[in-house]
């Protein structure tokens, strides 16, 4: 099975973990695989590598980065037979949460080493031609997107501040939404249109928004200040935001989003300028993607089986012994000892 490692050296983790190019040569290697890798030099260059994958009629293409990586080298495969498999290592990792992929990269590669894994069939938004398969977003949400993605360090920390920053300055929209046989007219603080959940971080803004329903689920927040803030805050972490009064949810297959003048959104975290009017619709099960045996995405690809890359691949049961054959010589056994590598590139 020809493969693909598309590898984002500026996300994240992968700036300050080194060792994970070698760790994926190292498993390419070790398991035989009929795979290459290769690594982005700039915005966008995902997407043309992961073309370039599949016109090389790779069956597996598999993004090592954050979400913006994740979404430029998803946004190739949609309607392809090739499967997206993803190593997560950016600050949020919406979409492998979701999904329930491992967060370790270490482990994220063993998944996709096990006769375990299978390929899922999801959905794709779109909005305004802008791909996403997370969740996008606009007022105060494209907002922190595009003073997030100006800084050189990301994490949960970092958000929190850029976001009490932009909260301090942000002057709420009013807009006109239709969808869901509604038209609503309301001041908004953030309308959310999402695929799966959450953002990232466990942050859910759509609870029990599923990726293969074939809908999308929008969620508009009223106008708020820093007292009715908070308890939305708690409720976003804690998966009872819709319950909120302050709350309007809406699930279709489309939606139209008017606001007065033209403005930023943000599809996966990646920010765009657009007018006045945003379009949102969904492709249903467009995208094939390697997910753990027990993920919440559960209509499989038509005719997959197991999603193991072929080769002298362990059992799942054997998770440790799958790390320690993958980085033996790179990272000598540090995924089965605590404190190692895969520990320290999951701390933020």
């Known amino acids: 099975m020809k493969t693909r490692f598309i590898f984002n050296p500026h996300s994240g983790r992968n700036r300050r973990n080194p060792w994970l190019v070698a760790a994926i040569q190292d498993f390419i290697d070790r398991q035989r695989l009929d795979a290459s890798l290769v ?13 370039e994958a599949v016109d090389d009629d790779c069956a597996r293409v ?14 190739a495969l949609v309607g392809t037979s090739a499967a997206l498999g993803l190593v997560p290592c950016g600050s949020g990792n919406g979409l492998a949460l979701h999904l329930g992929i491992p967060t370790s990269p270490l482990k ?25 398969f997370n969740a996008m977003g606009l007022g105060f949400d494209a907002e922190i997107s595009r003073r997030f993605n ?16 932009a909260f301090r300055s942000h002057q709420p929209e009013t807009c006109v939404i239709v969808g869901a046989g509604r038209r609503e007219e309301l001041p908004f603080f953030v309308i959310a249109v999402a695929n799966s959940d959450q953002y990232g971080n466990h942050a859910f803004i759509a609870p029990g928004a599923r990726v293969d329903d074939g809908q999308l689920d929008l969620v508009a927040v009223r106008p708020v200040n820093f007292l009715t803030a908070l308890p939305l805050l708690v409720r976003l972490f804690t998966g009872t935001l819709d319950r909120s009064p302050r709350v ?3 699930r279709d297959r489309r939606f139209s989003i008017e606001r007065k003048a033209p403005g930023f959104i943000h599809t996966d ?28 995405a559960t209509l499989s690809a038509s005719g997959s089986s197991a999603a ?25 056994g540090s995924s089965c000892r605590r404190g190692g590598p895969d520990a320290a590139a999951t701390t933020s």
């Open 39 to 51: 690594s982005t030099s700039a915005p966008g260059h995902a997407t043309r590598l992961a073309r």
């Open 62 to 75: 598999i993004a090592v980065g954050g979400d913006g990586t994740m979404n430029e080298v998803a946004q």
């Open 108 to 132: 994220a590669l063993a998944l996709l080493a096990s006769p375990a894994g299978r390929v899922a069939a999801i959905d794709t938004g779109s909005a305004n031609g802008h791909p996403f």
């Open 150 to 165: 100006l800084l050189s360090r990301r994490g949960l920390p970092a958000y929190a501040v850029t976001g009490y920053a």
């Open 248 to 250: 309007l949810r809406l």
């Open 269 to 296: 975290g990646e920010t765009h300028a657009t007018g006045s009017t945003v379009t949102v619709t969904v492709l249903p099960r467009s995208l094939h993607i390697v997910v753990p045996p027990h993920s919440r």
């Open 308 to 332: 193991g890359l072929p080769g002298p691949a362990p059992a799942a049961s054997a998770e440790c012994h799958v790390l320690r054959d993958i980085t033996s010589e790179t990272i000598r």
